[in-house]
C-alpha cells in the first residue's frame, strides 16, 4: 500500500508545507483539506475522515509558524 498520509506528514515535519485551505468541492473527491507543499507534488488532499490525524501536526506547524 502506497503510504500516502506518511509522506505528508513527513513532508511537513521536514518543513515542505507552505500553507492549507479546507475545501468544499476539490476535483472530483468533494471535501477536503487541502495541503499546499513547495515541491511536487504541490497540492494534496487529504478526505474528511483523516482531518483528526492532522489537527495536531497543523496546529504544530501554525504554532512554529507564527514564531517568526
Same mark, same amino acid.
Request: glycine share 4%; aromatic share 16%.
Given at each position: 500500500?502506497?503510504?500516502?498520509?506518511?509522506?505528508?506528514? %513527513?513532508?511537513?515535519?521536514?518543513? !515542505?508545507l507552505i500553507g492549507y485551505e479546507f475545501v468544499?468541492?476539490? %476535483?472530483?473527491?468533494? !471535501?477536503?483539506?487541502?495541503l499546499y507543499f513547495n515541491s511536487p507534488p504541490? !497540492?494534496?488532499?487529504? &478526505?474528511?475522515?483523516?482531518? &483528526?490525524?492532522?489537527?495536531?501536526?497543523?496546529?504544530?506547524?501554525?504554532?512554529?509558524?507564527?514564531?517568526?
Amino acid at each position: 500500500m502506497y503510504p500516502y498520509h506518511n509522506l505528508n506528514k %513527513k513532508r511537513i515535519k521536514n518543513g !515542505e508545507l507552505i500553507g492549507y485551505e479546507f475545501v468544499k468541492n476539490y %476535483k472530483e473527491i468533494g !471535501e477536503c483539506l487541502l495541503l499546499y507543499f513547495n515541491s511536487p507534488p504541490f !497540492e494534496r488532499p487529504i &478526505r474528511p475522515h483523516k482531518y &483528526r490525524e492532522y489537527s495536531d501536526i497543523l496546529a504544530k506547524w501554525e504554532k512554529s509558524r507564527n514564531k517568526t
